[in-house]
């Protein structure tokens, strides 16, 4: 499975970015999707992930209210809606895809740059 990205940018404090991540190959295959982020000098943090089966969403603590992700199967693109954006959110936003084709596999998209100033 390859994943390619698109969406990122800079946007002033409060505004919203919508993060695509369109997955081709053998998409049939991948359970789940999600995007990490990782800062400058801090730790790779998992924003929020969903199923493929039954589209349970995970958030982490951080962004729970202020982001949605969603995925639109037919399709092979999943987003991260982000709103109410917050200088912390800066980092590089990177989608995966986990699944299982003969044997597990864990995919990654090259990352793309989210910039919020204050």
């Known amino acids: 499975v390859q994943l390619e990205e698109s969406g990122g940018g800079t946007v002033q404090t409060g505004g919203s970015l919508r993060l695509s991540c369109v997955a081709s190959g053998s998409t049939s295959s991948i359970n789940a999707m999600g995007w990490y982020r990782q800062a400058p000098g801090k730790q790779r943090e998992l924003v929020a992930s969903i199923t493929s089966s039954s589209g349970t969403t995970n958030y982490a603590a951080s962004v729970k209210g202020r982001f949605t992700i969603s995925r639109d199967n037919a399709k092979n693109t999943m987003l991260l809606q982000m709103n109410s954006l917050k200088p912390e959110d800066t980092a590089v936003y990177s989608c995966?895809?986990?699944?299982?084709?003969?044997?597990?596999?864990?995919?990654w998209g090259q990352g793309t740059q989210v910039t919020v100033s204050s």
């Open positions: 995966y895809a986990e699944g299982y084709y003969y044997s597990h596999y864990l995919s």
